[in-house]
């Protein structure tokens, strides 16, 4: 199985959702731990990374991809 490949501003979908109903999150932190956001209430969670690539689902939106080339 490949690794999921994600990164600082990505919006991510979990095999959860968060308890107001989105399950969309976006990272807003990397490190030993990641930091998500919920789009729909705002609230932050600080997670281990291996938890956070556990439950990951899959790559919404890649901040990276958005950024203009050039």
């Known amino acids: 199985m490949e690794r999921k490949v994600f990164?600082?501003?990505?919006?991510?979908?979990?095999?959860k959702p968060h308890p107001c109903g989105s399950n969309e999150m976006e990272i807003i932190r990397m490190g030993m731990d990641i930091r998500i956001k919920c789009?729909?209430?705002?609230h932050s969670v600080l997670i281990p990374r291996a938890k956070f690539e556990k439950n990951l689902k899959k790559?919404?939106?890649?901040?990276?991809?958005?950024?203009?080339?050039?």
Do not use: H, R, W, Y
């Not at 990164?7 to 095999?15: N, S, Y």
């Open 59 to 70: 790559v919404l939106k890649s901040a990276a991809a958005e950024e203009p080339q050039g």
């Open 39 to 42: 789009t729909g209430c705002q």
């Open 7 to 15: 990164g600082l501003g990505d919006i991510v979908q979990m095999k």
